[in-house]
């Protein structure tokens, strides 16, 4: 049996969503970041770097980062293209999230990892706040004139849910994003999504 290890609210709502919806068996496994769970000895050797998400396998082996997590997901509950074609691009779309709209993001709401300087911060976050926001604006392209970023519903629209969520948590006009909007209001549409927003508190 899988285990997720997930916080509320945070990037691991993409694998828990992929989970529910998979009708699977599952072990959920809430982490309380605030409290430092994260950086419990037990809980780096699941994952070294100390976030979430991470799925023990089950045979009981850990894997980490969203770009390994929800393609093994994908795959094992055909969410995820078989053409590889199609894969490469749901790849492309995977590796736009990770490396550049969750890390963009991170400028908003960790500036300490990016200077010591602290009279800096004010001026990361604000540039933050203005590349993520343009990434938003790509993504809202990105599902125009479509259901879904792949040919079906897949992993990759769970993750791209994540953002919109944290959009609105910044107070950023996401609701200007007519496609991404209409992205959101689908998903909401899904009990999968319901039962993982009601469990997270996340509000869309």
Known sequence: MLTLFYA???????SHIVLEESGEKYEPKRMDLSKGEQKTPDYMKIHPLGRVPALKLDDG?????????LPFLGK????????????????SVIGFFASSVHPAHGHIGRPERYTEDKSAHPGIQVMGKKTFHDYLKQ??????????????????????LVFYAWALKRELPVSE???????????????????VVADEGVKL
């Open 177 to 195: 994003l007519k496609s991404y909007t209409a992205l959101k209001d689908r998903m909401l549409e899904r009990p999968a999504v319901q039962r």
């Open 76 to 91: 094992r509950f055909g969410l995820w293209p078989a053409d590889p074609v199609k894969e490469a691009r749901a790849l």
């Open 139 to 160: 993504i809202d392209r990105m599902y125009a004139g479509r259901e879904w970023l792949s040919d079906k519903y897949s992993v990759l629209d769970p993750y791209a």
């Open 8 to 14: 509320p609210g945070a990037c691991s709502m993409a």
């Open 61 to 69: 082996s850990p894997l980490s980062e969203n770009t390994a997590i």
